[in-house]
């Protein structure tokens, strides 16, 4: 596999690694990706489980979801997680199933979770910067070992950049749907 085709797979992987974590940045609405990843400490400590592994979530209206778990005797386990989280939702057991309500935003909550999600955001453009100067170097070395000519080595160095260039910009249009995402009210 050539070196663009390379640094393409992987800039994508961070795209998609970059999407994952948002899914948990808050937002006003209710969706079950909020939780999914939730990690559940159950069966007496022994396992440690995705919320998703251990239930099914679906949501009730724009804010309240609604997890049922495939084995009931979890419940407790996956109130007391919730409760330990750092998304700050209060579960309630409603029989075989947990209810839980997605309080509004207020403007620092949102604050918070933007800045969370430039974190978050930042965090990959490095990711991205890093590949880009790692193929950079193995691009400069190739040309110093006289494995390819001058001429590859700066027409393979503009499509790096131009590639490096396009993934920032996608970057761009995540950070901008997830911000918009959050203001919403």
Do not use: H, W
């Not at 961070?14 to 808050?26: N, Y």
């Not at 099914?56 to 609604?66: D, Y």
């Amino acid at each position: 596999m050539d070196t663009t085709s390379q640094f393409k797979i992987n800039c994508q992987k961070v795209i998609g690694s970059l999407k994952e974590d948002l899914k948990s940045v808050r937002t006003g609405r209710a969706s079950p990706s909020l939780v999914e990843n939730l990690i559940v400490e159950t069966y007496g400590g022994s396992t440690r489980l995705k919320l998703m592994e251990l239930s099914t979530i679906v949501t009730e209206g724009p804010i309240a979801l609604s997890i049922t778990p495939f084995d009931p005797s979890t419940i407790q386990d996956i109130e007391r997680a919730t409760l330990k989280s750092p998304l700050g939702l209060s579960p309630i057991v409603q029989g075989n199933r947990i209810i839980l309500k997605i309080p509004p935003l207020s403007i620092e909550q949102r604050e918070k979770f933007i800045k969370t999600a430039v974190e978050k955001i930042e965090e990959k453009k490095n990711q991205i910067r890093n590949l880009r100067d790692d193929v950079r170097k193995s691009i400069k070395t190739s040309f110093e070992k006289k494995e390819t000519t001058e001429d590859e080595k700066f027409r393979l160095e503009k499509e790096i950049d131009n590639i490096s260039t396009q993934f920032m910009e996608e970057i761009q249009i995540v950070r901008d749907k997830k911000e918009t995402e959050i203001r919403e009210v």
